[in-house]
């Protein structure tokens, strides 16, 4: 099978060189890395409003394009996590965490090299993992049922409340804010309205892409704002150091570099999130793993290389899942599995034997525009890093306009603004009383999923509580979770000199705070 899939893989190389691809491969990291960087219109978006545009490129050349566009998105949200605190996407938010301090400190340009080469290793692990164990995957993915789906969210919900914030309970009160915006709209099971109050616009729910925006973008803009004494930009007086990484940066970041796939790319492969859950727990393991745990919350380089190249990474897989099954796992994969029936191209277990050009050119261009990323980001990291020269009040009311007209996309209504305004409210005064916002995200986007998965294994076991244990992965996730649970109290109970230094796993404050 695999000398197979290399011998499909040079004529899919074959493909995607010829110079019309390499074209549309150009204009897609291009495209996609522009629309990564504003905050609010993410890669999602970015497929689903130049899909029109695609109607006259054949298959191949608009698939090559769309796969530009995915990667470029990324790359391009983790460039205003770092440097102004407002993802573009959601796979960039912990980007945020560590990336943000890094820039205020003067690191940007090393943030965003690490994210840079990070993407660039993730994308290329995961796309070598692609053509090897697609097959695998496809079986694995179609054994897991309705119980290790929930236990799985369950486990990031979790993980992500007791890692972050200046307190569990802050955590678990804007887990509490997410998974309750997530139960506004139709009950997808029964037909009932849910916190709709009576509103035609609310009874299609919340978009998490208004969400997001509202709760980064808005809030963090309405914050700063709420605290300016000054029209310096962000990085005002601030030196910008080189653009490189140092040895020192370098022996810290290899090792999160190549651990970011092993978690990103089964993720990405099974419908569990997409590249949210990855990411937050690469970051969790990287702060496990680090010798360097008291920089956690305030600067360490690992959590920006290890999410990212787990998010690059989970990329790939999403696209295993789509290929064979015609399962979308993220907002990518479902619009680009609309742009293959559009095309009359059904995905599944057929497509590699009908559409062989079209899938392994696809697979070859995603190598061609990983090497196109790597050589475009790292030289602009520098220029990239000068964002934070602009006046904020510039800068700010940009984010603002851009935000607005990202949340007016999504549903083509005035109300999507107002709305988008509210939470925008609701991010500044959850800044203002310390919750960290990143688990309310969490339980908009997985707290619907969760629940119809909770639902859906109760129903095959007639009500039954056990039956959302009885499977050997979900048993092993519970357990997992119930570490996390304990590990506070096991600390405690270690002999003196087994004992972390002190401070050392101190969780770090909000990390959202200006």
Sequence with gaps: MTMDSLGSLMDGFGTALTPLNL?????????????????????????????????????????????????GGMFGGSTT???????????????????????????GPQALAAAAIGHFAGGMIGTVLLVVLAPTVADLAVDIGAPDYFAIMVLAFIAVTSVLGSSRVRGFASLLIGLTLGLVGLDQMTGQ???????????DGIDVVIVAVGLFAIGE??????????????????????????????????????????????????PAGGAEIPTFLSYITEKRLSRHRKEFGKGAIEGVA???????????????????????????AAVMLAAFQQYGIQPGPLLF????????????????????????????????????????????????FFAAVGAYAVGGEAFDVVLLLVIGLLGLLMRRYGLPVLPAIIGVILGPSAEQQLRRALQISDGSVSGLVDTPFAVTVYAVIALVLLWPWLRRALPRRLRPAPGASRDPGPPDTP
């Design 23 to 71: 074209l549309w491969a150009a204009v897609g990291v291009l495209l996609g890395t522009a629309i990564g960087v504003l905050p609010g219109i993410g890669p999602a978006m970015a497929v689903a409003l130049l899909l029109p545009v695609t109607y006259g490129l054949d298959p191949t050349g608009a698939f090559i394009m769309f796969a530009g566009i995915y990667y």
């Design 81 to 107: 996590s770092i440097l102004l605190n407002t993802p573009g996407e959601s796979a960039a938010v912990i980007a945020a965490m560590e990336g943000n301090p890094m820039a205020k400190a003067g690191r």
């Design 193 to 203: 309205q849910r916190l709709t109050f009576g509103s035609l616009q609310l009874s």
């Design 221 to 270: 803009a309405l914050w700063v704002a709420a605290r300016l004494r000054h029209d310096g930009g962000p990085g005002a007086g601030i030196p910008l150091s080189r653009p490189w990484l140092g040895r020192d940066e370098l022996r810290r970041t290899w090792k999160p570099w190549l651990r970011g796939p092993v978690i990103g790319f089964p993720f990405g492969a099974i």
């Design 306 to 332: 290890g999410p990212e190249s787990a998010a690059s990474a989970s990329a790939a897989g999403t696209l295993v899942s789509m290929l064979t099954l015609g399962l979308p796992t993220t907002a990518v």
């Design 353 to 400: 034997e009908r559409e062989p050009d079209l899938v392994w050119g696809l697979i070859a261009s995603l190598f061609v525009g990983m090497v196109m990323l790597l050589l475009l980001n790292l030289p602009l990291a520098p220029l990239w890093a000068r964002l934070l020269r602009i006046p904020r009040p510039y800068l700010y009311a940009g984010i603002l």
